[in-house]
C-alpha cells in the first residue's frame, strides 16, 4: 500500500526515464521483451501457483496463463518491429504542391498508466505493459488489489532482463485512495484500464484530454437458431459460461434461444453443467469460489430474483461461502435483473424467443456491446444478424472470447472504449508527427 508522495516519485522517476528508453532502437527493446517471455516461462509453475492462490483460478489454468503471455509479448516484440514511418507525395490539386514531401512517423505517447484486473493478472497486465515499452513508452503498473501479487512477480521477472529500471514502475494500493490521484496526475500521458464500466466511466471524465483505452464489462449472449447443432452450442455455451467462474468480461451470460428447440437445449446444456467439476483451485475445478463475498452475494440476488419472478431453476442455487455452484435458469423474461446486469458469476439465464426479431432486440437493448456468439449453419443467416447486433465482435458456432491475442478485441457502448489487439495496442500508445520536406 503505496502513499501518494511515493506514487508520486515513482511517476516522476517514470517520466525522467522516458526520453532515453524512446530513443533506444526498437530492436534492442524487442530483445528485452523476448528475455522478458523467457523469464515469465522459467518461473510459469511459481507465478501460476500464485495466480491460483491469490485470485481462486484452477492452478492449470493459472499456469497456461503465464505461458500464454510469453507468448503475447513474443509476438507484440515483433509487431512491434514492423511498424514503420511513411512517406506522403504533395498534390497541388488538394491544397498543397507537388514539391511537398511528408515523413509520417510515430512517436510514443510518454508515461502510460496501465490498470489491470483482478481476474488475469498477469496476462492482461501484460497486454498493456509490453505495446507500452515496445513502442518507445515508459510504464506506470497499478494492478487490482486482488492480483497485486502474481502481478509483482511477473514485473519482477522483468526487471531480470536488461530493461532500465525506471522504465517500469509499480504502484500498489486500494484503487478507492489512490485512483483518482493516478489518473489525474500531470505526468500521466495515457491510460490504458481494464475492470468495471463504472470505474471505466469515472476515469474517462477525469482523464480529460488525455488518450483512455477502456476494456470494461460485457452482457455476452449466445444466440441459438432453429438449425443450430444443439450439442456444438451446448458444448460452448458451458464452456463459455462456467470456465474460471463465470469471472470473464467475455463469458456468455445469457442464452437467446428459438422457443422451437429450447427443451432440447435446455436439456443438453443441464447434462453438461451438472458434470462440471466444482471445489478448490488445487484440485484444477472447473467452477472455484468467486473473488470475494460481495461478489457471491451479487450472484445470489440475481438467482433470487429471477426466481421470485417466476424463473424456473434447472439445476444450481447452492452456495457455500464465496462458492456459488454453476446455475442455470430457465423462462428468464426482461423483468429480470439477471437479464440484463452482468453476473460475473456462474449463472446463465435462458431466454426463449418467438419473434426472430426478439434476437436482435433483445441483444441491442443492453447497456453492453462487447461480443455475441450465433450458433447456426446458415453463414448468410449469421452474417445478417451479425451485421444489426451492437457488439465489438460476434463468433459464429463458437463460445464468445478473448483471443487470438493479435485479433482487434473492440468494446461498443458501456463495455468499452478504443480498440485492443496486439497491433492495435501498440498504435494507441503512439501518436503520429510530420515531418514536412519542401523540395
Not at 506522403?88 to 514539391?99: I, P
Not at 447456426?376 to 443467416?381: F, G, H, N, P
Given at each position: 500500500?503505496?502513499?501518494?508522495?511515493?506514487?508520486?516519485?515513482?511517476?516522476?522517476?517514470?517520466?525522467?526515464?522516458?526520453?532515453?528508453?524512446?530513443?533506444?532502437?526498437?530492436?534492442?527493446?524487442?530483445?528485452?521483451?523476448?528475455?522478458?517471455?523467457?523469464?515469465?516461462?522459467?518461473?510459469?509453475?511459481?507465478?501460476?501457483?500464485?495466480?491460483?492462490?491469490?485470485?481462486?483460478?484452477?492452478?492449470?489454468?493459472?499456469?497456461?496463463?503465464?505461458?500464454?503471455?510469453?507468448?503475447?509479448?513474443?509476438?507484440?516484440?515483433?509487431?512491434?518491429?514492423?511498424?514503420?514511418?511513411?512517406?506522403?507525395?504533395?498534390?497541388?490539386?488538394?491544397?498543397?504542391?507537388?514539391?511537398?514531401?511528408?515523413?509520417?512517423?510515430?512517436?510514443?505517447?510518454?508515461?502510460?498508466?496501465?490498470?489491470?484486473?483482478?481476474?488475469?493478472?498477469?496476462?492482461?497486465?501484460?497486454?498493456?505493459?509490453?505495446?507500452?515499452?515496445?513502442?518507445?513508452?515508459?510504464?506506470?503498473?497499478?494492478?487490482?488489489?486482488?492480483?497485486?501479487?502474481?502481478?509483482?512477480?511477473?514485473?519482477?521477472?522483468?526487471?531480470?532482463?536488461?530493461?532500465?529500471?525506471?522504465?517500469?514502475?509499480?504502484?500498489?494500493?486500494?484503487?478507492?485512495e489512490i485512483g483518482d490521484f493516478l489518473v489525474t496526475h500531470p505526468n500521466i500521458d495515457m491510460i490504458t484500464f481494464t475492470g468495471?464500466?463504472?470505474?471505466?466511466?469515472?476515469?474517462?471524465?477525469?482523464?480529460?484530454?488525455?488518450?483512455?483505452?477502456?476494456?470494461?464489462?460485457?452482457?455476452?449472449?449466445?444466440?441459438v437458431l432453429e438449425d443450430a447443432e444443439l450439442d456444438l452450442a451446448a458444448e460452448h455455451i458451458v464452456s463459455g459460461t462456467y470456465?474460471?467462474?463465470?469471472?470473464?468480461?467475455?463469458?456468455?451470460?445469457?442464452?437467446?434461444?428459438?422457443?422451437?428447440?429450447?427443451?432440447?437445449?435446455?436439456?443438453?446444456?443441464?447434462?453438461?453443467?451438472?458434470?462440471?467439476?466444482?471445489?478448490?483451485?488445487?484440485?484444477?475445478?472447473?467452477?472455484?469460489?468467486?473473488?470475494?463475498?460481495?461478489?457471491?452475494?451479487?450472484?445470489?440476488?440475481?438467482?433470487?430474483?429471477?426466481?421470485?419472478?417466476?424463473?424456473?431453476?434447472?439445476?444450481?442455487?447452492?452456495?457455500?461461502?464465496?462458492?456459488?455452484?454453476?446455475?442455470?435458469?430457465?423462462?428468464?423474461?426482461?423483468?429480470?435483473?439477471?437479464?440484463?446486469?452482468?453476473?460475473?458469476?456462474?449463472?446463465?439465464?435462458?431466454?426463449?424467443?418467438?419473434?426472430?426479431?426478439?434476437?436482435?432486440?433483445?441483444?441491442?437493448?443492453?447497456?453492453?456491446?462487447?461480443?455475441?456468439?450465433?450458433?447456426?449453419?446458415?453463414?448468410?443467416?449469421?452474417?445478417?444478424?451479425?451485421?444489426?447486433?451492437?457488439?465489438?465482435?460476434?463468433?459464429?458456432?463458437?463460445?464468445?472470447?478473448?483471443?487470438?491475442?493479435?485479433?482487434?478485441?473492440?468494446?461498443?457502448?458501456?463495455?468499452?472504449?478504443?480498440?485492443?489487439?496486439?497491433?492495435?495496442?501498440?498504435?494507441?500508445?503512439?501518436?503520429?508527427?510530420?515531418?514536412?520536406?519542401?523540395?
Amino acid at each position: 500500500m503505496m502513499s501518494q508522495e511515493e506514487i508520486h516519485d515513482k511517476i516522476n522517476h517514470a517520466s525522467e526515464a522516458q526520453q532515453s528508453w524512446s530513443e533506444t532502437e526498437v530492436y534492442k527493446r524487442a530483445d528485452i521483451l523476448h528475455e522478458w517471455a523467457e523469464q515469465l516461462v522459467e518461473r510459469k509453475d511459481h507465478i501460476g501457483e500464485v495466480i491460483s492462490k491469490e485470485v481462486g483460478k484452477n492452478l492449470a489454468s493459472a499456469v497456461k496463463e503465464v505461458v500464454r503471455t510469453a507468448d503475447l509479448i513474443r509476438y507484440t516484440a515483433e509487431e512491434g518491429c514492423r511498424i514503420h514511418s511513411e512517406m506522403l507525395k504533395g498534390d497541388s490539386s488538394r491544397g498543397g504542391s507537388s514539391s511537398k514531401l511528408a515523413m509520417v512517423e510515430q512517436e510514443p505517447l510518454g508515461v502510460v498508466l496501465a490498470i489491470s484486473p483482478f481476474n488475469y493478472p498477469v496476462n492482461l497486465a501484460a497486454s498493456k505493459i509490453a505495446p507500452a515499452l515496445i513502442s518507445g513508452n515508459v510504464v506506470v503498473f497499478k494492478p487490482a488489489s486482488q492480483g497485486a501479487l502474481s502481478g509483482q512477480l511477473m514485473i519482477e521477472a522483468l526487471l531480470e532482463t536488461n530493461l532500465p529500471s525506471d522504465t517500469i514502475q509499480f504502484v500498489s494500493g486500494k484503487g478507492s485512495e489512490i485512483g483518482d490521484f493516478l489518473v489525474t496526475h500531470p505526468n500521466i500521458d495515457m491510460i490504458t484500464f481494464t475492470g468495471s464500466t463504472e470505474t471505466g466511466q469515472d476515469i474517462s471524465q477525469k482523464a480529460k484530454m488525455i488518450p483512455v483505452v477502456l476494456e470494461l464489462g460485457g452482457k455476452d449472449p449466445a444466440i441459438v437458431l432453429e438449425d443450430a447443432e444443439l450439442d456444438l452450442a451446448a458444448e460452448h455455451i458451458v464452456s463459455g459460461t462456467y470456465s474460471y467462474s463465470g469471472q470473464r468480461c467475455t463469458a456468455i451470460k445469457r442464452v437467446l434461444v428459438a422457443d422451437t428447440i429450447a427443451n432440447d437445449l435446455t436439456e443438453k446444456i443441464k447434462r453438461k453443467v451438472e458434470d462440471l467439476s466444482v471445489g478448490s483451485p488445487e484440485e484444477n475445478a472447473t467452477v472455484t469460489p468467486l473473488i470475494n463475498n460481495d461478489a457471491a452475494d451479487f450472484v445470489q440476488h440475481l438467482i433470487d430474483d429471477a426466481l421470485e419472478k417466476g424463473a424456473e431453476l434447472i439445476t444450481g442455487n447452492r452456495r457455500e461461502d464465496n462458492l456459488v455452484y454453476p446455475t442455470l435458469l430457465d423462462h428468464v423474461n426482461s423483468d429480470m435483473d439477471v437479464a440484463w446486469d452482468e453476473p460475473f458469476g456462474p449463472v446463465l439465464p435462458i431466454i426463449r424467443i418467438k419473434e426472430k426479431e426478439d434476437f436482435v432486440s433483445l441483444s441491442n437493448q443492453s447497456e453492453y456491446g462487447l461480443q455475441a456468439s450465433i450458433f447456426t449453419k446458415d453463414v448468410q443467416k449469421a452474417r445478417e444478424i451479425a451485421t444489426k447486433l451492437d457488439v465489438g465482435s460476434v463468433q459464429m458456432n463458437a463460445k464468445t472470447e478473448r483471443g487470438p491475442d493479435h485479433f482487434p478485441f473492440i468494446g461498443a457502448k458501456n463495455s468499452g472504449l478504443g480498440s485492443q489487439g496486439i497491433r492495435r495496442s501498440i498504435e494507441s500508445m503512439t501518436r503520429d508527427k510530420l515531418f514536412v520536406l519542401n523540395l
